[in-house]
């Protein structure tokens, strides 16, 4: 299945700042991202989200590559992917997967936070009576 930016999301990528750039990234550097960035997602087993929940939850052991990074580096590189999708249209596919990957795992971080600290009820409830 061929995949496309809807428009709404063209125009809210490229008003977010790039890691301090002023354009969007040249399609060399996002090839080379990508590549750089695909790699520590296979080293760190993110695979499906049941892995990416292990990664996430290793139980101890040394820190996975992802869990390494901060939600905002990791932010920063999802953002950087959706813009190469922008300039390197070939590559669109391979780079809303990557994407999607690292935003997967800033969404389980921010799901976990929510569940130690006892305020998925309260989610739950406000959501419930339409608040978002």
């Known amino acids: 299945m061929k995949r496309t930016l809807a428009p709404g999301v063209v125009w809210l990528f490229m008003g977010l700042p790039l890691g301090g750039q002023q354009s969007l990234p040249t399609v ?32 101890g052991g040394p820190p996975r590559l992802l869990d390494r990074l901060s939600a905002r580096k990791l932010g920063k590189r999802s953002v950087e992917m959706m ?39 309260e989610f739950y409830a406000e959501d419930a009576k339409g608040l978002r």
Do not use: G, P
Not at 31 to 42: C, G, P, R, T, W
């Open 83 to 121: 813009a190469c999708a922008l300039v390197d249209r070939d590559r669109l596919e391979s780079y809303t997967e990557t994407s999607d990957a690292l935003t997967s795992t800033i969404e389980m971080r921010e799901y976990d936070f929510l569940k130690r600290h006892n305020l998925l009820s």
């Open 28 to 59: 060399a550097q996002c090839q080379v991202d990508l590549k750089y960035f695909d790699a520590e997602i296979q080293r760190s087993s993110v695979r499906s989200l049941s892995a990416l929940r292990q990664s996430i939850n290793h139980n």
